[in-house]
């Protein structure tokens, strides 16, 4: 018998997916010689790593930008760097996908230049800007400007790609992240979609399309999602988005046509649910999850991207990246999988399981377009205190052991393992000459360029700003005259203005259930009354350009509920400002947090700016995706506790945190 011809298989083969990695770091020729290499492998789209600065709009030389430069993905400043980045490879024939935010606009203008300079035609551009900053307030943190000037922002792109770019997607609803920072599956749905409202809402405010083309833009918009380990829950979640896509964009903006409506989306797995603990256990989450995304034809991604087993650990090398693009390869071309019509349909269990996500989502949606849309509700801290009490309900349940973390919080008996052998070597380490090498080249580049030019591109940059022209003709203006990315974001914030997001923390709660925090209250409590003060004060501080608060303001909240009197002034600041929250303050704790890398640049900057401010007596600790070798490092210049990924238990961390106060005051 033909095996081609076994019942319910498919007379031919689903395509796969588009197979990328998330990639970028150092500067762009190093970054160009990995994608590369991960092409040569068969990977088939480019997933591109921005750096920190480069994402919140600064240049290598900022004061905010110091420890960042190429930690976290590729500095690109001006157009010679994005030459550089593509540099040999063929953008005609690439699908690139740009995870960037804020400064979209300004990305996607380098990215159409070196196009048109190798000779494309832009209409001929296939790819992804991310370019969903909703979730930057809720989130990641790399926002720059208030919601309303960023959705123009989104609009004005939405509007330039359907008429010159028609294979791009302008932008990637992004409810990855949202995951990350908390969100239930229901949240995850609506919240996402209620951003997709507003960007919808806001295309068709700014009156630069006509209404007839509302199924244009909808059939434009993506999707990216991540993925859980609960990848049965994970199915449903898709098949859920995509049954309420459906729904809204026929009722709510009129698309008849089916394929316009269809829920186009890509995936990352999810990358802060790998541990640091027995990390040789996140190949096979890594794989669950990808079939959360790829099991149902139905809802199935049109585009993978893997992280690496080691993220929890530091910067993936090129081996790693390998392994896991090698994973999606032998799901796609060694399984039946792709033979195969949908697996579920008929499921009862399935069935039900998406239906109650789609009534949850259905009725969330609801209760946020009634506040008046997502940005209502983020301007509120409607949205920021629902995902920091979901989070905070997670971390509660894995610490009282209900919700099970293999090599975490249970078997965590472990042999060593020998892909951890060689200590730091097992990740990728930024050269700190990268930095002092990319701020050198900026002011070369600037010192190298017709300045009247720079002047007038900027000039009518602020100027167009200042109306409701669409903005991308004076940014690729900018772009031609040789403007950088700092210039271009900083004449936006002067007329938009830049903005700081609510925490969250005024909602959040993660007292209940935890028997153990009473004692430590009763330890807060005594400690004040020893040393003579009302409370304890901490204050919890985020150097630098690193956005990802998750950890911080889950710190920041059960600090509270132990009795703290917790300092919190949200993201971005430096180390001066820091100095003076805390000095100002008079508190007795700063815990820094920091997950982008920059941690041996950004806490010697807090420690010697409280030895100038005439208090080097005040306790420091740090937390963070920190090797063990850098760990010795903060500890020896002055940190009194070093805390990682490992260091789960939220409770069990602010007991420390009062021992290293009484510690440092002698009690």
Same mark, same amino acid.
């Given at each position: ?477 900018? +772009?031609?005259?040789? =403007?950088?990315? !700092?210039?271009?974001? #900083? /004449?936006?914030?002067? @007329?938009?203005?830049?903005? %700081? $997001? ?87 704790? +700063?815990?820094?947090? =920091?997950?982008? !890398?920059?941690?041996? #640049? /950004?806490?010697?900057? @807090?420690?010697?700016?409280? %030895? $100038? ?55």
């Amino acid at each position: 018998m033909d095996e081609k011809a076994l019942p319910g298989r498919l007379p031919e083969r689903d395509r796969p997916w588009v197979m990328r990695t998330y990639a970028g770091h150092s500067s762009a020729a190093a970054t160009n010689a990995l994608f590369r290499r991960n092409l040569a492998k068969g990977q088939t789209g480019l997933s591109v790593a921005f750096d920190l600065p480069t994402q919140t709009g600064y240049d290598p030389d900022h004061e905010l930008a110091t420890g960042e430069v190429g930690r976290v993905g590729v500095p690109v400043s001006h157009l010679g760097d994005m030459r550089a980045l593509f540099d040999g490879i063929p953008l005609a024939d690439m699908n690139t996908s740009m995870t960037i935010n804020a400064p979209a606009m300004w990305l996607l203008g380098l990215y159409g230049t070196v196009a048109a300079e190798q000779g494309v035609e832009l209409a001929r551009c296939a790819g992804t800007t991310q370019n969903d900053i909703i979730k930057e307030y809720l989130s990641r943190g790399t926002h720059i400007f208030p919601p309303a000037a960023s959705l123009r922002l989104t609009a004005d792109v939405i509007a330039y790609t359907l008429r010159e770019m028609p294979r791009w997607n302008p932008v990637n609803i992004c409810s990855y992240h949202l995951q990350e920072a908390g969100a239930t599956p229901v949240q995850e749905v609506a919240f996402a979609l209620a951003t997709a409202v507003a960007v919808l809402d806001t295309v068709g405010e700014s009156g630069q399309l006509p209404a007839r083309r509302m199924g244009d833009v909808v059939q434009r918009i993506s999707f990216f999602v991540n993925a859980g380990v609960r990848f049965v829950e994970e199915i449903a979640k898709m098949r859920a988005f995509g049954a309420l896509w459906d729904e809204i964009t026929r009722d709510r903006y009129g698309v008849q046509d089916p394929k316009q409506r269809r829920f186009r989306y890509g995936v990352q797995v999810n990358s802060l649910g790998l541990t640091e603990a027995q990390p040789e256990n996140n190949v096979q989450r890594i794989v669950l999850e990808m079939l959360g995304v790829t099991l149902s034809r139905q809802a199935r991604a049109r585009a993978v991207q893997l992280p690496a087993w080691n993220e929890a650990l530091g910067l993936p090398r090129p081996w790693d990246q390998q392994w896991s693009l090698r994973m999606q390869q032998v799901l796609a071309y060694e399984s039946d999988l792709l033979e195969y019509p949908d697996l579920f349909d008929g499921s009862h269990v399935m069935t039900a399981l998406v239906d109650e996500i789609v009534t949850g989502a259905r009725a969330e949606l609801a209760t946020v377009l009634e506040m008046g849309g997502v940005v209502a509700a983020v301007e509120t801290g409607y949205l920021k205190s629902a995902l920091v009490t979901s989070l905070a309900g997670r971390r509660r349940r894995i610490e009282a052991g209900s919700d099970v973390v293999v090599g975490v919080n249970r078997f965590t008996e472990t042999e060593p393992s020998p892909l951890t052998a060689a200590g730091a070597e097992a990740v990728v380490q930024v050269d700190p000459a990268v930095e002092v090498a990319a701020s050198a080249a900026v002011r070369a580049w600037r010192a190298d360029r017709d300045a009247p030019a720079v002047d007038a591109a900027l000039a009518r940059l602020r100027a167009d700003a200042a109306t409701t022209t669409n903005l991308m003709t004076a940014t690729l203006e900018c +772009v031609q005259a040789g =403007v950088t990315t !700092g210039e271009w974001a #900083a /004449a936006l914030r002067q @007329v938009f203005g830049e903005y %700081r $997001a609510p925490t969250g923390l005024a909602g959040g709660s993660a007292s209940g259930g935890d028997e153990g925090l009473a004692e430590v209250r009763a330890r807060v409590a005594a400690t004040a009354r020893e040393l003579g003060s009302g409370r304890l004060r901490l204050l919890v501080g985020k150097p630098g350009l690193d956005g990802h608060s998750n950890g911080a303001e889950q710190i920041a909240v059960r600090a509270r509920d132990a009795g703290f009197e917790v300092v919190y002034q949200g993201i971005r600041l430096t180390a001066g400002q820091i100095v003076a929250a805390a000095v100002e303050e008079d508190v007795d704790l +700063v815990g820094l947090s =920091v997950l982008s !890398g920059s941690h041996l #640049a /950004a806490v010697p900057a @807090v420690l010697d700016g409280l %030895r $100038a401010a005439g208090r080097p007596d005040l306790p420091v600790v740090v937390g963070g995706i920190i090797p063990a070798r850098d760990a010795e490092h903060l500890r020896a210049a002055g940190v009194a506790r070093v805390f990682t990924p490992k260091d789960f238990a939220l409770t069990d961390i602010i007991d420390e945190l009062v021992t290293v106060i009484r510690q440092a005051n002698d009690l």
